[in-house]
C-alpha cells in the first residue's frame, strides 16, 4: 500500500527565515509521481510541483526549491526567505495506478505560519 | 484565479433538504473528481470520472450522487445527509486519469448539515 507520511503537522518561522518541510513515501510501484500541494485558508489546493520517480534532479522555482532523494524516499520542499503569503498548509502527494486509474494518496499535511 | 470554479461557495442544509454541488472546468480536462475534506484533514477521494463515465466510487454513502452531464460539468446531488457530513467539498480536474496528471482544485464548497 502507498503512504505519505509528513512528520512535522506545523511550523511556525519569522520571515525572511528559510524552511523546509519534510516528506517521505512508501510504494511499490517502480513509477511513480509525487507532487506538492498549498492550501492556504481559501481552501483551494494549488498545484506546486510534480516529480516522477525517474528523475532525482533537484528542482528551483523562485524562492522554492525540492530535493528528491529516492534512497531515502523523500521529496523535500524548502522556501528560502519566507513571506507572510506562505502562510499556508502544504500537502505532499504521491500517485499510483489503482485499478488502472490513478489515484493521490495525501500525506496529513504540514500546517506552516509565517509571521512578520 | 482557479480554473475549476465551484458553486455554491458556502452551503447550510438540514439533514432532509436536498441539494447540489457544482463544479466546472474549461481547461478540456477529461477526467474529474469529488473530494472530501474535514478540518485538519488531508483531502479524501469520493469519486473519478473519466470522460464522462464513473470510474471509482470509494464507497461512498448513496445519500452522495454524483453525475457529470458533459466533459465540463460535474455534479454532486446531495439528500438526507448527516451532520458527520459537514466539511469542505473538493472539485478537482486532470488531463487524463494516468498518474502523471496533476490534479487541478476548485476552492471548494464549504457544507454545513444542521
Known amino acids: 500500500a502507498q503512504k505519505v507520511t509528513q512528520a512535522q503537522t506545523e511550523i511556525s518561522v519569522v520571515e525572511k527565515e528559510d524552511v523546509t518541510l519534510d516528506c517521505v513515501y512508501e510504494?511499490?510501484?517502480?513509477?511513480?509521481?509525487l507532487f506538492w500541494y498549498k492550501q492556504p485558508p481559501s481552501g483551494e489546493l494549488v498545484f506546486l510541483i510534480r516529480?516522477?520517480?525517474?528523475?532525482?534532479q533537484n528542482e528551483i522555482s523562485g524562492r522554492y526549491s525540492w530535493n528528491f532523494q529516492k534512497s531515502t524516499s523523500s521529496f523535500n520542499f524548502t522556501i528560502t526567505a519566507s513571506q507572510v503569503v506562505d502562510s499556508a498548509v502544504y500537502f505532499c502527494?504521491?500517485?499510483?495506478?489503482?485499478?488502472?486509474?490513478?489515484?493521490?494518496?495525501f500525506g496529513k499535511g504540514t500546517m506552516l505560519l509565517v509571521s512578520p | 484565479d482557479t480554473e475549476v470554479t465551484q458553486t455554491p461557495k458556502h452551503l447550510v442544509m438540514g439533514m432532509t433538504n436536498k441539494k447540489s454541488l457544482k463544479c466546472e472546468q474549461h481547461?478540456?480536462?477529461?477526467?474529474m473528481y469529488w473530494y472530501k475534506q474535514k478540518a485538519k484533514k488531508p483531502p479524501e477521494l469520493m469519486f473519478v470520472y473519466s470522460y464522462e463515465k464513473l470510474s471509482i466510487n470509494e464507497s461512498v454513502p448513496s445519500r452522495f450522487s454524483p453525475e457529470c452531464p458533459n466533459s465540463s460539468l460535474l455534479n454532486l446531488h446531495l439528500h438526507a445527509l448527516q451532520p458527520e457530513d459537514s466539511a469542505l467539498y473538493l472539485c478537482?480536474?486532470?488531463?487524463?486519469?494516468?498518474?502523471?496528471?496533476?490534479?487541478?482544485f476548485g476552492d471548494g464548497t464549504r457544507l454545513s448539515i444542521l
Open positions: 478537482a480536474s486532470s488531463q487524463g486519469v494516468q498518474n502523471n496528471q496533476p490534479q487541478h
Open positions: 481547461m478540456g480536462h477529461r477526467a
Open positions: 510504494t511499490r510501484d517502480t513509477t511513480y509521481y
Open positions: 516529480r516522477n520517480s525517474f528523475d532525482e
Open positions: 502527494a504521491l500517485s499510483d495506478q489503482n485499478s488502472g486509474y490513478s489515484t493521490l494518496t
